[in-house]
C-alpha cells in the first residue's frame, strides 16, 4: 500500500469525508459509552431526547454554539492568513474583562451600556491577538507559541482580578465579582437561558467576515498571503497591515464571544473554567471543520454545540463524566486530521515485487 498524491478535492468529497469523520467520532465516543457501562442505544435515546424533544435543550444547543460561532468564525479568518491563533481562549478572557470592567465601573446607564460592553469586549480581544501579529510579522516570533503562552497571562489576570480588587462584597468561598446592573445584562428567550442578541450577533458576524473574506481587496490579499506569502510579497502585499487587521477581528470576535458569556450567562466575572468552556480552544475545531469559511463556522458550531448539550444530558440523564465532551471533542479532531490524509493522496494497493 502506499499513498499517492492526488488533486486538489472537490468541494462534496470533502464534505463527505468529513460527515464520515464526524459519524465516525460519534460512534467511537458511543463505544466508550458502553465501556463505561451504559448501554450504546439507552445512550443515544437519552441524548436525543433530551437534546431535540424540549425546546429548552434546543435553546442549550444555540445557547453553546453562540461562543463557538464567534470564536470559530474568527479562527478561520485567521487562518485563511496563516496567522495561527491559538489564543482564542485568552482573547474571549480578555473581552469578559473588558466587558465587567465596563458593567461595574463606567457608571453607564440605558441601552447604551451594551454597545459600551461589547465595543470594549471586541477591542480587548482584538489588541490582545494584535500583539502576536505585530511580533509575527516584525521580528518572525512563532506566533502559535505566544498566542498559546498569552492565553495563561489572561487566566491568571482574571483570577487576579476576582480573589484581588474586582472580589465581590457577597464572595465568600467562590471568588467572583458584584453581579452586573441589569442595564448589562442581555436579554434572555422567554422560558430557556438563551441571550437571542447572541444569536443575531453571531450569524451577522460571520456574514460579516465571510463578504470580507470573498468580496473585498483586504480579504484578496488575506488569501493570497495565506496560499503563498513569496508572491503576496512580490504583489505588493502589506503583511504587517493584513495581519494586524486579521488579527484584530480574530481576536475581537473571540472578545465578543466573552461579552456573550458574562452579559448573557453569568451577569459577572467569575474564574476562567466557569466563563469558558474551553471555547477559545474548541472553537479551533469549528473553524478546521468548515474549512476556514466563516460560514460554514456556523454550521459546524451548532454541530459542536450539539456536543456540548448532549454532555449536559449525558451527564445528568446517563450519570457520565462531563469530561466525555472533551473527549468527543478530541475524538472528532483526531478524525478529522486522519481524514485529511484521504482527501490530499489516493491510496494505490499492489504487489510487491522481487
Known amino acids: 500500500m502506499k499513498l499517492v498524491p492526488r488533486p486538489a478535492p ?4 470533502v464534505v463527505w469525508v468529513s460527515t464520515l469523520a464526524v459519524l465516525l467520532a460519534f460512534l467511537s465516543s458511543l463505544l466508550l ?10 445512550a443515544a435515546r437519552a441524548i436525543a431526547g433530551g437534546v431535540f424533544s424540549d425546546p429548552r435543550g434546543l435553546a442549550e444547543v444555540l445557547r453553546r454554539a453562540v461562543p463557538l460561532i464567534l470564536v470559530g468564525a474568527g479562527l478561520a479568518l485567521a487562518f485563511r492568513a496563516q496567522f495561527w491563533n491559538i489564543g482564542a481562549e485568552g482573547q ?3 473581552g469578559a474583562v473588558a466587558a465587567g470592567g465596563v458593567a461595574l465601573f ?3 446607564e440605558g441601552p447604551g451600556l451594551l454597545f459600551v460592553m461589547a465595543l470594549a469586549a471586541f477591542l480587548a480581544g482584538g489588541l490582545w491577538a494584535l500583539f502576536s501579529a505585530f511580533l509575527k510579522a516584525r521580528l518572525g516570533v512563532n506566533d502559535v507559541i505566544t498566542t498559546l503562552m498569552l492565553n495563561y497571562v489572561a487566566i491568571y489576570l ?15 468561598g467562590f471568588a467572583y465579582t458584584d453581579r452586573f446592573p441589569e442595564a448589562a445584562s442581555l436579554p434572555l428567550l422567554p422560558g430557556t437561558a438563551l441571550a437571542w442578541p447572541g444569536v443575531v450577533l453571531a450569524l451577522l458576524l460571520a ?13 484578496f490579499e488575506v488569501r493570497v498571503l495565506g496560499e503563498n506569502p513569496e508572491a503576496a510579497r512580490y504583489a505588493g502585499v502589506r503583511a504587517l497591515f493584513t495581519l494586524s487587521w486579521v488579527a484584530l477581528l480574530s481576536g475581537g470576535a ?11 450567562t453569568h ?3 467569575l474564574a476562567p473554567l466557569q466563563i469558558s468552556l474551553g471555547y477559545g480552544y474548541t472553537g479551533i475545531i469549528v473553524a478546521w471543520l468548515g474549512r476556514n469559511h466563516p460560514l460554514v463556522a456556523v454550521l459546524t458550531g451548532l454541530l459542536v454545540g450539539f456536543v456540548f448539550a448532549a454532555g449536559d444530558v449525558a451527564k445528568v440523564a446517563l450519570a457520565t463524566p462531563f469530561q466525555l465532551v472533551q473527549v468527543v471533542n478530541g475524538l472528532i479532531l483526531f478524525f478529522l486530521i486522519a481524514a485529511e490524509v484521504f482527501l490530499r493522496y489516493r491510496v494505490v494497493w499492489g504487489v510487491r515485487r522481487g
Request: net charge positive; hydrophobic share 55%; charged share 15%.
Open 207 to 219: 456574514v460579516l467576515f465571510a463578504w470580507l473574506l470573498f468580496a473585498t481587496k483586504l480579504g
Open 267 to 269: 451577569h459577572k466575572l
Open 158 to 172: 482574571v483570577d487576579w482580578l476576582i480573589h484581588g480588587p474586582w472580589k465581590g462584597k457577597s464572595a465568600f
Open 254 to 264: 473571540a472578545g465578543l464571544a466573552g461579552f456573550v458569556e458574562v452579559a448573557g
Open 106 to 108: 463606567s457608571g453607564i
Open 10 to 13: 472537490k468541494a462534496f468529497e
Open 92 to 94: 474571549l478572557l480578555l
Open 33 to 42: 459509552l458502553w465501556l463505561y457501562g451504559t448501554p450504546p442505544l439507552e
